[in-house]
T-cell receptor
Framework: EDQVTQSPEALRLQEGESSSLNCSYT??????LFWYRQDPGKGPEFLFT???AGEEKEKERLKATLTKKESFLHITAPKPEDSATYLC????????????FGSGTKLNVKP | ETGVTQTPRHLVMGMTNKKSLKCEQH?????MYWYKQSAKKPLELMFV???????ENNSVPSRFSPECPNSSHLFLHLHTLQPEDSALYLC???????????FGQGTRLTVV
């Protein structure tokens, strides 16, 4: 069964304290893995797409990496404005209509 | 207007009401989606439209009825909803179904 598991559910960091969020997935052939950021009461905001193991993408303090079983979102020296829920989704090769989302990691960065 | 716009942002309706959610995308995309987001649960894909044709219906109850009159507009018609249908309803669009989707701000629906 195709599924996505994100951990931890919630993460509290001090400003400047680097950490990583995990997205483990099981899918019958991966077309793409997507990372989104979601602020309270708003729609998800697209961050990255990763297509193959070994691929990395960076944007400001965020860096996403991909292996055959999981993806990590590394946050370097986070700031309070990085506080949000981070969502991971996978799209299988066999059906481009399907996007399986994880439950998200709620990140809180304290000043 | 840019991106994906949803109206209304908030909606309270009784179980016997009929209402519609509207979504408009200004990105030139050709695929549109409806998602449901409930508290503590992953986003659930409800419907997918590609080139104005419905290509996916994930076992959604018939009290939800989508409509896609053209590639820029998507509606979700609601009737005789249940309290458990209260959630954030998100519209998204993409250029072909194989690429990343861009989301609107959502409609917060409360069924009383």
């Amino acid at each position: 069964e195709d599924q996505v598991t994100q951990s931890p559910e919630a993460l509290r960091l001090q400003e400047g304290e680097s950490s990583s969020l995990n997205c483990s997935y099981t899918v019958s052939g991966l077309r793409g893995l997507f990372w989104y950021r979601q602020d309270p009461g708003k729609g998800p905001e697209f961050l990255f797409t990763l297509y193959s193991a070994g691929e990395e993408k960076e944007k400001e303090r965020l860096k996403a990496t991909l292996t055959k079983k999981e993806s990590f979102l590394h946050i370097t020296a986070p700031k309070p404005e990085d506080s949000a829920t981070y969502l991971c989704a996978v799209q299988p090769l066999y059906n481009f209509n399907k996007f399986y989302f994880g439950s998200g990691t709620k990140l809180n960065v304290k000043p | 207007e840019t991106g994906v716009t949803q109206t209304p942002r908030h909606l309270v309706m009784g179980m016997t009401n009929k209402k519609s959610l509207k979504c408009e995308q200004h990105l030139g995309h050709n695929a549109m989606y409806w998602y449901k987001q409930s508290a503590k649960k992953p986003l659930e894909l409800m419907f997918v439209y590609s080139l104005e044709e419905r290509v996916e219906n994930n076992s959604v109850p018939s009290r939800f009825s989508p409509e896609c009159p053209n590639s820029s507009h998507l509606f979700l018609h609601l009737h005789t909803l249940q309290p458990e249908d209260s959630a954030l309803y998100l519209c998204a669009s993409s250029q072909e179904r194989s690429t990343e989707a861009f989301f609107g701000q959502g409609t917060r629906l409360t069924v009383v």
